[in-house]
T-cell receptor, first 113, second 114 residues
Framework: GNSVTQMEGPVTLSEEAFLTINCTYT??????LFWYVQYPGEGLQLLLK?????DKGSNKGFEATYRKETTSFHLEKGSVQVSDSAVYFC????????????FGKGTKLSVKP | SQTIHQWPATLVQPVGSPLSLECTVE??????LYWYRQAAGRGLQLLFY??????ISSEVPQNLSASRPQDRQFILSSKKLLLSDSGFYLC?????????????FGEGSWLTVV
């Protein structure tokens, strides 16, 4: 079945450090891939997405590239800010599906000033 | 633009009491609707999804139920809450066509069963 594996946290970085959160997936078809962010006490917000191989999703300085050859969708940001402190979820959904998003377990990021 | 709202935002309920969480979506027609639960340390779990009025699919057997009385309204209910029902409940929606593969979440409802 489909699954998503992302690096376990928590991840603690200093402000302006480089961020990478690894995400790999297993899927039988051609899924769309997503990163969601959850700020403390809030719901999930879509951060970025990619719908096919080699697509790059980007938003708010975050980027992730859909790598079919390595089945990965790693999240990166060149210079993190304290306001980026949150839990980040990688997820996939089969194209055309009316059903579930498959989520990773989430990675908590803390950025220190 | 489309918006999703759910309420109440927080509630504390005694064991054995009923539950009703409500969710509405605006700015779209015939959305797919979802209820997820995020329990402490257990990630996100899909509870129910609906592709139309009166059409509910349950992903996990439990003492919760869902209903969709109107096109853009989705309700999560329980007749008798258990301690294990505590968690963060998220309503979500997705549209049709090419954009339909993206699921958008509401603000969430914190439920504490005591």
């Amino acid at each position: 079945g489909n699954s998503v594996t992302q690096m376990e946290g928590p991840v603690t970085l200093s402000e302006e450090a480089f961020l990478t959160i690894n995400c790999t997936y297993t899927a039988t078809g051609y899924p769309s891939l997503f990163w969601y962010v959850q700020y403390p006490g809030e719901g999930l917000q879509l951060l970025l997405k990619a719908t096919k191989a080699d697509d790059k999703g980007s938003n708010k300085g975050f980027e992730a590239t859909y790598r079919k050859e390595t089945t990965s969708f790693h999240l990166e940001k060149g210079s993190v800010q304290v306001s980026d402190s949150a839990v980040y979820f990688c997820a996939l959904r089969e194209r055309g599906s009316q059903g579930n998003l498959i989520f990773g377990k989430g990675t908590k990021l803390s950025v220190k000033p | 633009s489309q918006t999703i709202h759910q309420w109440p935002a927080t509630l504390v309920q005694p064991v054995g009491s009923p539950l009703s969480l409500e969710c509405t979506v605006e700015g779209t027609s015939n959305p797919n609707l979802y209820w997820y639960r995020q329990a402490a340390g257990r990630g996100l779990q899909l509870l129910f999804y609906s592709v139309g009025i009166g059409q509910i699919s349950s992903e996990v057997p439990q003492n919760l139920s869902a209903s969709r009385p109107q096109d853009r309204q989705f309700i999560l209910s329980s007749k008798k809450l258990l301690l294990s029902d505590s968690g963060f409940y998220l309503c979500a929606w997705s549209g049709l066509g090419i954009s339909g593969n993206t699921i958008y979440f509401g603000e969430g409802s914190w439920l504490t069963v005591v």
